[in-house]
Nanobody, 115 residues
Framework: QVQLVESGGGLVQPGGSLKLSCAAS????????MGWYRQAPGKERELVAR???????NYADSVKGRFTISRDNTKNTVDLQMNSLKPEDTAVYYC?????????WGKGTLVTVSS
């Protein structure tokens, strides 16, 4: 059973930075794509950023220029560097990964942006 474990969440002030990491229990070469979603209280889960197996990336308009997704094939991790954080970035952030047949989710990590 593939496991995805997120880490790096916490409390940060507006304008600050935070780096989330998602560790996979298997080689990330097995996945067609990996990404980060978030879900704020009372809102639907939304895609924040995605990185494909070939390395191309895409981002939600709300985070373009502020967030960067990257992958480390040697550590089997996918990171999300978040800069210039805003209160509206407050949410539980989830890592996901999928193959042609399966879609996997982590349990999430809470990010709170508040002064």
């Amino acid at each position: 059973q593939v496991q995805l474990v997120e880490s790096g969440g916490g409390l940060v002030q507006p304008g600050g930075s935070l780096k989330l990491s998602c560790a996979a229990s298997t080689s990330i070469f097995n996945f067609n794509a990996m990404g980060w979603y978030r879900q704020a209280p009372g809102k639907e889960r939304e895609l924040v950023a995605r990185i494909l197996s070939g390395g191309s990336t895409n981002y939600a308009d709300s985070v373009k220029g502020r967030f960067t997704i990257s992958r480390d094939n040697t550590k089997n991790t996918v990171d999300l560097q978040m800069n210039s954080l805003k209160p509206e970035d407050t949410a539980v952030y989830y890592c996901d990964a999928f193959t042609l047949w399966e879609h996997y989710w982590g349990k999430g990590t809470l990010v709170t942006v508040s002064s």
